[in-house]
């Protein structure tokens, strides 16, 4: 096994080469490390779909030097959000975003995935990163950690970061195996090209339209070409976890009929929907065993309803290179204070985005109508200075108080 005599990290192999593995890659670099990342795929390719990104994330793509590049692809959300009601698309609540940049430094944007993806890997060399190859396992011992390879082969690290998303094998490596849970919704996702949706749909604002027992977000991506359109209803007897499955638009149109006809019309723009089940795991209290620890949705998938998963994922890979580099401390207990640093905070995320199913999709009556007022007098910028305001660097410099995490 590979040894690096003081216990110090010298070289990570990463299994996973999606936004959580690459964002990984790039900060253990930055960080002076070697780096090696296996990814699964033949090719690296992100299925069109858009991200928010919001300013915890974009202060960490300026610190890799990303943030010019995503200024040119991604839209910035500058006229902000707007939550409108299903029937009528009457404003229940707006918020114009150029506060984000006064209370955080940064802005919000909204990016095509493939467009981050490829911003991820302009910061990783090609040769640290291997595609066509599956992870499968890792044998370990005081020395060093080797992971196995799909192709039968052993690469030998000081350290192994699973980023191999919500399915990963190596997580029951770590955990109880358990497979994630179904939450009876589904996702469907679309992109409509900005000269077939309303106008209401090309601005620059990421507007959410509730509805009892479904919601529909959009926002323009790719330099404002597309709309990003992603919607959640019940997903009935349909199961299929993943993002290569498809539905068909007229299924999706079905689920939204009699909305406002705005939100119709940009349905109806759609040329093509993927569709599928989301899964959803409970926080877990560790994520480490010896050299081996989880990294993204791997370690805590969420719902995308607070739009953070890929940002948790790019926080984690910033944490972890903080906690790698200090050469003083020996692997395990740098892993555990990545993990102690990570675990509470990506917990909160989990939990905070599991409780907005219950908000956004309540039916008809006076619980909604309770909700639309108090949206009201809501700003959620402010009170959600706790995940806007985060610097995940600063965070694992901090002194942290490891294993008080475990709930
Ligand atoms: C509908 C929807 C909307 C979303 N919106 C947002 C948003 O607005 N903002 C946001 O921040 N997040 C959002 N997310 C969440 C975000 O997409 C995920 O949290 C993020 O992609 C997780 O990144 P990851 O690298 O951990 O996992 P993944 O992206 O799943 O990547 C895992 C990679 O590992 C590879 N792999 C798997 N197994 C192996 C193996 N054994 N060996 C080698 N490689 C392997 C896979 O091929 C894949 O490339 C959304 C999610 C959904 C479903």
Redesign the pocket.
Known sequence: MASHGSGSVRRVAI???????LAAAAFLRRAGLEVSV????PE?REIG?????APN?VRLLRRLGLHEGLADTAVRLEVGWEFRRWENGEVLFGQRLDDSTRLYGEDTWVVH?ADLLALLRSAVPADDLRLG????GVEQDDDGIALRLSDGTCVTADVVVA????????RGLVTRPEPPRYSGIC?W?SLVPAEAAPELARRPVQTLWLGPQRHLVHYPVSGGRLINL?AFTPAGDFDVESWESRGQVADLAAEFAGWDPRLEALVAGATDAGRWA?LDRDPIDSWTSERLTL????AH??F?FF???????IEDAAALAVCLSDAAVPVPEALARYEAVRAPRTARVQLASRGRRGHHHLPDGPEQRARDAAFASDDPLTHNAWLYSYDAEQAAREDVPTGTHVR
């Open positions: 299994a996973g080469g999606g936004i959580g593995g296996y990814e699964q795929a690296l779909a858009g991200l928010v990104v994330t995935r190859v599956r992870a499968t980023a191999d998303g919500i399915h990963s094998e190596l996702a996702r992603v989301l990294l993204g949705d791997a998938p969420m995308p739009a953070q998963g890929a940002g948790q994922a």
